[in-house]
T-cell receptor, first 113, second 114 residues
Framework: GNSVTQMEGPVTLSEEAFLTINCTYT??????LFWYVQYPGEGLQLLLK?????DKGSNKGFEATYRKETTSFHLEKGSVQVSDSAVYFC????????????FGKGITLSVRP | SAVISQKPSRDICQRGTSLTIQCQVD?????MFWYRQQPGQSLTLIAT?????????ESGFVIDKFPISRPNLTFSTLTVSNMSPEDSSIYLC???????????FGEGSRLTVL
């Protein structure tokens, strides 16, 4: 079955530090990959996505590249801000109209001033 | 993108009672999904609700515990029945739009069972 593995957290960084959050996946087909973010007290929001190999998703300074050869979709940001403090979930959705979204465990990022 | 409203946003419930969570979407959607997010955990799919048919439940979830209604293309309810403290979670409604695979989520309903 499908699965998503995220690096263990939490992660604490200083403002303007470089961020990498690792995500690897296992899928039987050709999934779409997503990063969702959950800010304190809010619901999940899509941060970025990639639908095929070598695609790069980007949003709000965050980037992730769909790497089929390493089955990875690592999230990066060159300079984090305090407002980036949130929980980040990596997810995949396999092909097919009825396919469901499979989430990783999520990782909490805290950015200190 | 779909806008999803859930209520209640939070509630404190007594053991043995049941609570119904409502989910309203601002557009007609085919599939609606109900997820559970237990404290410190990821999201787990409870069931998929299609209009006009029985909900499809994931392994570990049963209709008697989590009955779902889907009376039309913009609305769904999830009931958490005979609650115990282990049911304390955030319950999220979501739907997808088009063929992008992206899911949109409501803000969630945070239930605390005493």
């Amino acid at each position: 079955g499908n699965s998503v593995t995220q690096m263990e957290g939490p992660v604490t960084l200083s403002e303007e530090a470089f961020l990498t959050i690792n995500c690897t996946y296992t899928a039987t087909g050709y999934p779409s990959l997503f990063w969702y973010v959950q800010y304190p007290g809010e619901g999940l929001q899509l941060l970025l996505k990639a639908t095929k190999a070598d695609d790069k998703g980007s949003n709000k300074g965050f980037e992730a590249t769909y790497r089929k050869e390493t089955t990875s979709f690592h999230l990066e940001k060159g300079s984090v801000q305090v407002s980036d403090s949130a929980v980040y979930f990596c997810a995949l959705r396999d092909t097919g109209a009825n396919s469901k979204l499979t989430f990783g465990k999520g990782i909490t990022l805290s950015v200190r001033p | 993108s779909a806008v999803i409203s859930q209520k209640p946003s939070r509630d404190i419930c007594q053991r043995g009672t049941s609570l119904t969570i409502q989910c309203q979407v601002d557009s007609q959607v085919t599939m609606m999904f109900w997820y559970r997010q237990q404290p410190g955990q990821s999201l787990t799919l409870i069931a998929t609700a299609n209009q006009g048919s029985e909900a499809t439940y994931e392994s570990g979830f049963v209709i008697d515990k989590f009955p779902i209604s889907r009376p039309n293309l913009t609305f769904s309810t999830l009931t958490v029945s005979n609650m115990s403290p282990e049911d304390s979670s955030i319950y999220l409604c979501s739907t997808s739009e088009g063929n992008t695979g992206e899911l949109f989520f409501g803000e969630g309903s945070r239930l605390t069972v005493l």
